[in-house]
């Protein structure tokens, strides 16, 4: 997979950019894109990407608890148990 390096230097050093690389590579990783930039994107298996929503609930329920659509507050509770 190649990814391109087109992104604003301010924002990303060239150090970041390579550790992202590496971590996507190792095909060990979870990439959250937000603020709208998901919406209507398809997967590798063709299916559409989760909403915040929708995949909080997701994360809810690999770890039998309520999510309560809240995102952050999943991903804080999956870890921390």
């Known amino acids: 997979m190649e990814i391109k390096q087109q992104v604003d230097t301010e924002l990303y050093n060239s150090h970041d950019l390579n550790e ?3 971590r996507l590579e190792s095909q ?5 894109i937000g603020a709208g930039f998901s919406s209507g994107v ?3 298996l063709g299916k559409p990407m ?5 995949l909080a609930n997701k994360i809810g329920e690999l770890g039998n608890f309520d999510a309560e659509d809240d995102l952050p507050f999943a991903a804080d509770e999956y870890l921390k148990n």
């Not at 060990?28 to 959250?32: G, P, Q």
């Not at 989760?50 to 929708?54: G, K, N, Q, S, V």
């Open 42 to 44: 398809e997967n590798l």
């Open 28 to 32: 060990n990783v979870i990439l959250f």
């Open 50 to 54: 989760p909403l915040a929503t929708e």
């Open 20 to 22: 992202f690389k590496r």
